[in-house]
């Protein structure tokens, strides 16, 4: 089946322009994160929707970064006047949430990225 | 200090060859964790999840100690095409929330 899909997959953007990053998740999945990759490191996260419900965002990094989902199936990170220190890779990642007390934690698939460059 | 801590190697192995990875963790109320996988230029992929009895997948053995607070990830018999980014996750809820990435460990097996 379809796997999570983000767009565009490559974004430049000159500094002080506005983007606009999109993720499709799974089918059916209710959780729908957002990780942000800088260059040899780990994906830090910034933040996870239940269905429509943001419930944190203590991983954005300023005020600049704003991410909706208002349906709860797809998901848009907005980035507003862009600097050169948000240059990385935009991960989405969505997961069906396992059961209470289940011993096989849920699992988060990721998309493919979108490799955001500011000029 | 990262929340969660890695080796970043990196680690040049010959084929055959048995590896390990080690992470700590400093949350000590962390209640899931996995070994993900991460190719060049690629999304990281769930390798396999972490459990306290210690847990096995054909080549791969990954070992939790909470009292210390570390993970292992023991490579058996190295293939070339485990050459990747190994990726120690950790998360504060068995079922919902953020996951907590290590900066990861590069394993590159040679023939």
């Known amino acids: 089946g379809a796997g999570v899909s983000q767009s565009p997959r490559y974004k430049v953007a000159k500094r002080g322009q506005d983007v606009a990053l999109r993720c499709d998740p799974i089918?059916?999945?209710?959780?729908l994160f957002w990780y942000q990759q800088a260059l040899g490191q780990g994906p830090e996260f910034l933040t996870y929707f239940q269905n429509e419900a943001q419930l944190d965002k203590s991983g954005l990094p300023s005020d600049r970064f704003f991410a909706e989902r208002p349906e709860g199936s797809v998901s848009t990170l907005k980035i507003q006047r862009t600097q050169q220190e948000d240059s990385a890779v935009y991960l989405c990642?969505?997961?069906?949430?396992?059961?209470?007390?289940?011993?096989?934690?849920?699992?988060?698939?990721f998309g493919p990225g979108t490799r955001l460059l500011v000029l | 200090r990262k929340e969660v801590e890695q080796d970043p190697g990196p680690f040049n192995v010959p084929e055959g060859a048995t590896v390990a990875f080690n992470c700590t963790y400093s949350?000590?109320?962390?209640?899931?964790f996995f070994w993900y996988r991460q190719d060049c230029r690629k999304e990281p992929k769930l390798l396999m999840s972490?459990?306290?009895s210690g847990n096995e997948d054909g080549r791969f053995t990954a070992q939790l100690n909470r009292a210390s607070q570390y993970i292992s990830l023991l490579i058996r018999d190295s293939k070339l095409s485990d050459s990747a980014t190994y990726l120690c996750?950790?998360?504060?809820?068995?079922?919902?929330?953020?996951?907590?990435f290590g900066d990861g460990t590069t394993l590159t097996v040679k023939p």
């Open positions: 996750v950790v998360r504060a809820l068995t079922n919902a929330g953020k996951s907590t």
């Open positions: 089918s059916g999945h209710v959780s």
């Open positions: 972490v459990y306290s």
């Open positions: 990642a969505s997961s069906f949430p396992g059961l209470a007390g289940a011993r096989s934690p849920e699992t988060q698939y």
């Open positions: 949350n000590s109320a962390s209640q899931s």
